[in-house]
């Protein structure tokens, strides 16, 4: 005669008490964070002039001068990653200025090394910041992308931020070949040990205040060639992703997620490199209508979703929520 076995779900107390949850040295030694600032990276937002901008415009939107006290501030709340972004100077049509010594991105970079030697900084390697018809390519005189051209822009933007201290250079154009190009560039410079971490862009309105800012829209035509359709998103993102690897990605970018979750999830199911989830600009005003409680959970859901890092406009707001919360 067998011994009856025990259910493999304990039965519910018919007070309602469940002993996993009712004492809080119980629910502590259980538990485990659900976010943490070091999950945090923020964007940079590198501006011309000495002015500090108005309190409308994007969090960490600073010119050059106040890069450090931003960093500092961010590095002491736990923050440790930036992705740096600059607003071109001297654009024409070749982009010429991206790969200028000393130009606002280098500086840039130097700024976030000197005060937080530790923080991680990502780069965007791209042409709409720096070229005067504001497309990520360059162009032919027939109006075609000229794809030499592009390519060699992008190697030596990425040399020249590599140079400058960056850890991780990010070529946003989704351009098949891009990475592989940047990736042997850097290679063939002795820079191995800098990562490559491209895009995965689908189309959105939500890149909109930070084109506004940044004056990256382009002059003519739209950029829906170079990022994925949302119709197709669940499907195209995987396709792109293991492209992107296979030409020497070591790492990846999905924006924007508050409206692609969905993907972030079938991505971290489908590969293992780290996965970067971006709140681009538009999804800011969103998050702050919440409040800082509210888009800490959104944040947190991000990484339970599958997202090694959050890229957020939010940063600063949910770290000092949490050393709130932990205090």
Not at 27 to 36: K, M, T, V
Not at 269 to 282: E, H, I, K, R
Not at 285 to 300: D, I, N, V, Y
Request: hydrophobic share 40%; aromatic share 4%.
């Amino acid at each position: 005669m067998t011994a009856p076995t025990r259910p493999l779900v304990p039965a519910a107390d018919p007070q309602g008490v469940n002993p996993s949850r009712a004492r809080q040295a119980v629910r502590n030694l259980y538990a485990r964070p659900a976010l943490a600032p070091a999950d945090l990276s923020a964007p940079l937002l590198v501006l011309p002039g000495s002015q500090s901008p108005g309190p409308g415009l994007l969090p960490g939107a600073v010119p050059l001068g106040d890069v450090p006290q931003t960093v500092e501030r961010w590095a002491r709340l736990g923050i440790r990653g930036v992705k740096v972004f600059a607003y071109g100077h001297d654009r024409d049509a070749k982009g010429s200025a991206a790969y200028a010594p000393g130009n606002r991105m280098v500086r840039a970079i130097a700024a976030v090394k000197d005060t937080a030697p530790d923080m991680a900084v990502t780069t965007e390697v791209c042409g709409c910041s720096w070229t005067d018809h504001g497309q990520c390519t360059l162009r032919t005189l027939g109006g075609d992308i000229d794809l030499t051209a592009t390519f060699h822009l992008m190697s030596q933007m990425a040399l020249l931020h590599a140079e400058a201290g960056a850890d991780v250079v990010s070529p946003t154009a989704m351009l098949d070949g891009s990475v592989r190009t940047v990736r042997n560039a850097l290679d063939d410079a002795g820079r191995r040990d800098v990562g490559v971490n491209p895009n995965l862009a689908i189309h959105t309105t939500l890149y909109g205040p930070f084109k506004e800012l940044m004056q990256t829209n382009p002059v003519t035509g739209n950029r829906r060639g170079l990022q994925i359709e949302p119709g197709r998103a669940d499907r195209d993102t995987l396709v792109q992703a293991h492209r992107w690897i296979s030409e020497g990605a070591d790492s990846l970018t999905l924006q924007p997620v508050m409206t692609a979750v969905d993907v972030l999830t079938r991505l971290h199911d489908s590969q293992n490199v780290p996965l970067v989830a971006y709140s681009t600009s538009g999804e800011w005003p969103a998050l702050r209508a919440l409040g800082t409680e509210g888009m800490t959970e959104f944040t947190a859901m991000l990484k339970r979703t599958g997202a090694d890092s959050i890229l957020t406009f939010a940063a600063e707001q949910v770290a000092t929520y949490l050393a709130y919360a932990r205090a």
